[in-house]
């Protein structure tokens, strides 16, 4: 990988911890309050009328896949 290349992504990755961090010190790092807004969020940008259907887990949890118990 080139110096410039890897100048450039370090920046990218170096912005993307900024703004991550920035964001989390927003709401003083409380997580709850973070997934508030991050759901609240959600909810303004969704489309008028739009139904998220959520799936149910293709397996059950706690039991391995491909065996015969």
Do not use: C, W
Not at 26 to 32: A, C, Q, W
Not at 41 to 61: D, H, I, L
């Amino acid at each position: 990988m080139s110096d410039e290349k890897e100048k450039t992504e370090d920046s990218i990755v170096a912005g993307i911890h900024a703004r991550r961090e920035a964001y989390a010190k927003s709401f003083n790092y409380d997580l709850d309050a973070i997934a508030d807004d991050i759901l609240k969020r959600q909810e303004e940008r969704k489309p008028q009328g739009q139904v998220f259907v959520s799936q149910p887990p293709k397996y059950a949890p706690g039991k391995r896949t491909g065996t015969n118990n």
